[in-house]
C-alpha cells in the first residue's frame, strides 16, 4: 500500500478501539506495517483480551496492509520491552511509536482515592514512559551503530492536561506530565535522529461518549467533528518523513480543527536586587498579574 508512511514500522498502543484504532487503520493506509497493541480491558481498565486488537489486526490486512497483534501491558517495563521487541522481530525495525493507551476513572479531587491515582498515572504516564524509553534506547543504540533512524514518538495528552478539568484531577495531572514528558524527550533525543511531538485530541470515544453524546455535531457534506477518525491524520503525518523537522510541540486537534498549544513560559517580571520582604511582595504580584496574559478557563468551570 503506498502512502506518506510506506515501508515504516509503527507501534500503536491502545489500538483495540477509538482514536487508536484509527490512528492504525489510517498508518496502515498510508503504507506502513503496525504493531496493534491493546490489553482489551474495560474502560476503567480491568480485564483483559485479546478481541479488539486481532479485529484491528484483521482489518488491516483486508485492507492490503500487514499488522501484527501485542497484548502486553504498556505499563510494565519487561511487557513494554516485549512490545517494542515485537515490531523488531516480525520487521527488524522501528520507525514510529504512538502513546495512546490509557482509561479513566473520573473523580473529585477531595474524592480521589489512592487506588485511582495509582491507576490513572500508572497506565498513562508511566505507560508512556516504559514504551518510549525502550524504543528510544534501540534508536539510540542505532545511531551510535552509525545507521542514525528517522524515528518519531508521538504522545496523547489532553486538554484537561493543558488546562485541567473538573472531576479529572487525577487524569489532568497524568496529561500534563505527558506534555512535559514530550518535551524532554524532544531535547533530549534530537541528536539521535529522532522527533518527539503530543497531541490533545478531543473526539468521541468510550472514555468520552458521555461527555460528547449529545455533540454529533455535523456540517455540510455528512462531516461528523468528533468522530475519532479524524484525529488520525495529523498523528499519521507526525510519523512520516516529511516531519522529521518538526519536534517538540503539542498540538490540539479536533474535527477539521488543528492548533499549536502555547504552553507554560516565562511572562512578566519584577527584580528588586535584593531579597524581598513579605509585606512587599503582594504588591508586586498584583503588578505581575495585572500584566500578564489571563489563563484559559478550567474546563467545566
Same mark, same amino acid.
Given at each position: 500500500m503506498a502512502g506518506i508512511c510506506e515501508g515504516?514500522?509503527?507501534?500503536?498502543t491502545g489500538a483495540g478501539r477509538g482514536i487508536g484504532r484509527e490512528h492504525a487503520l489510517e498508518f496502515a493506509r498510508q503504507g506502513a506495517r503496525v504493531v496493534v497493541n491493546d490489553l482489551g480491558a474495560t +474502560?476503567?481498565?480491568k480485564g483483559q483480551s485479546e478481541g479488539p486488537a486481532?479485529?484491528?489486526a484483521e482489518a488491516i490486512r483486508t485492507l492490503g496492509g500487514e499488522a501484527v497483534i501485542n497484548g502486553d501491558d504498556v505499563a510494565d517495563w519487561e511487557?513494554?520491552?516485549?512490545?517494542?521487541?515485537?515490531?523488531?522481530?516480525?520487521?527488524? &525495525?522501528?520507525?514510529?511509536?504512538?502513546?495512546?493507551a490509557g482509561f479513566v476513572r473520573d473523580r473529585m479531587f477531595v474524592n480521589c482515592t489512592e487506588e485511582e491515582f495509582d491507576a490513572v498515572t500508572r497506565v498513562h504516564l508511566k505507560g508512556h514512559f516504559c514504551v518510549g524509553r525502550h524504543a528510544g534506547a534501540y534508536w539510540r543504540d542505532q545511531s551510535k551503530a552509525g545507521n542514525k533512524p528517522d524515528a518519531r514518538i508521538i504522545n496523547t495528552s489532553s486538554g484537561a492536561g493543558l488546562q485541567g478539568s473538573v472531576g479529572q484531577a487525577v487524569y489532568s495531572a497524568a496529561k500534563a506530565g505527558?506534555?512535559?514528558l514530550t518535551l524532554v524527550q524532544a531535547?533530549?533525543?534530537?541528536?539521535?535522529?529522532?522527533?518527539?511531538?503530543?497531541?490533545?485530541?478531543?473526539? &468521541?470515544?468510550?472514555?468520552t461518549e458521555e461527555v460528547f453524546k449529545d455533540m454529533m455535531a455535523k456540517v455540510a457534506g455528512g462531516?461528523?467533528?468528533?468522530?475519532?477518525?479524524?484525529i488520525a491524520p495529523l498523528v499519521v503525518w +507526525?510519523?512520516?518523513a516529511d516531519a522529521r523537522e518538526v519536534t517538540g510541540r503539542v498540538f490540539e486537534v479536533a474535527g477539521g480543527k488543528i492548533s499549536v498549544a502555547d504552553g507554560w513560559r516565562t511572562g512578566p517580571e519584577v527584580d528588586k536586587g535584593a531579597r524581598w520582604e513579605p509585606a512587599e511582595v503582594g504588591k508586586a504580584v498584583r503588578g505581575l498579574l495585572a500584566k500578564a496574559v489571563p489563563p484559559q478557563k478550567v474546563y467545566g468551570s
Amino acid at each position: 500500500m503506498a502512502g506518506i508512511c510506506e515501508g515504516r514500522v509503527v507501534v500503536v498502543t491502545g489500538a483495540g478501539r477509538g482514536i487508536g484504532r484509527e490512528h492504525a487503520l489510517e498508518f496502515a493506509r498510508q503504507g506502513a506495517r503496525v504493531v496493534v497493541n491493546d490489553l482489551g480491558a474495560t +474502560l476503567d481498565g480491568k480485564g483483559q483480551s485479546e478481541g479488539p486488537a486481532a479485529e484491528v489486526a484483521e482489518a488491516i490486512r483486508t485492507l492490503g496492509g500487514e499488522a501484527v497483534i501485542n497484548g502486553d501491558d504498556v505499563a510494565d517495563w519487561e511487557g513494554a520491552k516485549r512490545l517494542i521487541q515485537t515490531a523488531l522481530d516480525t520487521w527488524g &525495525r522501528l520507525d514510529v511509536v504512538v502513546n495512546n493507551a490509557g482509561f479513566v476513572r473520573d473523580r473529585m479531587f477531595v474524592n480521589c482515592t489512592e487506588e485511582e491515582f495509582d491507576a490513572v498515572t500508572r497506565v498513562h504516564l508511566k505507560g508512556h514512559f516504559c514504551v518510549g524509553r525502550h524504543a528510544g534506547a534501540y534508536w539510540r543504540d542505532q545511531s551510535k551503530a552509525g545507521n542514525k533512524p528517522d524515528a518519531r514518538i508521538i504522545n496523547t495528552s489532553s486538554g484537561a492536561g493543558l488546562q485541567g478539568s473538573v472531576g479529572q484531577a487525577v487524569y489532568s495531572a497524568a496529561k500534563a506530565g505527558i506534555a512535559a514528558l514530550t518535551l524532554v524527550q524532544a531535547a533530549e533525543m534530537g541528536r539521535y535522529g529522532v522527533t518527539a511531538n503530543a497531541i490533545a485530541p478531543s473526539a &468521541r470515544t468510550r472514555m468520552t461518549e458521555e461527555v460528547f453524546k449529545d455533540m454529533m455535531a455535523k456540517v455540510a457534506g455528512g462531516f461528523d467533528a468528533m468522530a475519532a477518525e479524524n484525529i488520525a491524520p495529523l498523528v499519521v503525518w +507526525l510519523g512520516s518523513a516529511d516531519a522529521r523537522e518538526v519536534t517538540g510541540r503539542v498540538f490540539e486537534v479536533a474535527g477539521g480543527k488543528i492548533s499549536v498549544a502555547d504552553g507554560w513560559r516565562t511572562g512578566p517580571e519584577v527584580d528588586k536586587g535584593a531579597r524581598w520582604e513579605p509585606a512587599e511582595v503582594g504588591k508586586a504580584v498584583r503588578g505581575l498579574l495585572a500584566k500578564a496574559v489571563p489563563p484559559q478557563k478550567v474546563y467545566g468551570s
